[in-house]
């Protein structure tokens, strides 16, 4: 499955560990302000951070293709509510 989508829907997958395979495009531009590629995935320091391990990477002009996979440590408890 893919999914696309803007900051809050990313948030949410990758905070709940639901991401296989990240891929990136990084152009060599700059932007200021508020807006975030994501915001909140449960990650307050360094030592909790998502660690991700490079598969592919190369450019395409100037910008450059990152193909990534998440380090599989152990998920976190998350509770599951009945519907």
Known sequence: MIVEGGPTTMSAFIGEH??????????PKLLGGWRLGITQIGVTNIAGAHEMTIEELYRIGEDVFIGAT???GPRPHRSV???
Do not use: G, H, N
């Open 81 to 83: 509510e009945a519907i």
């Open 18 to 27: 639901l991401v296989d395979e990240f891929t990136i495009y990084l152009a």
């Open 70 to 72: 998440p380090k599989r």
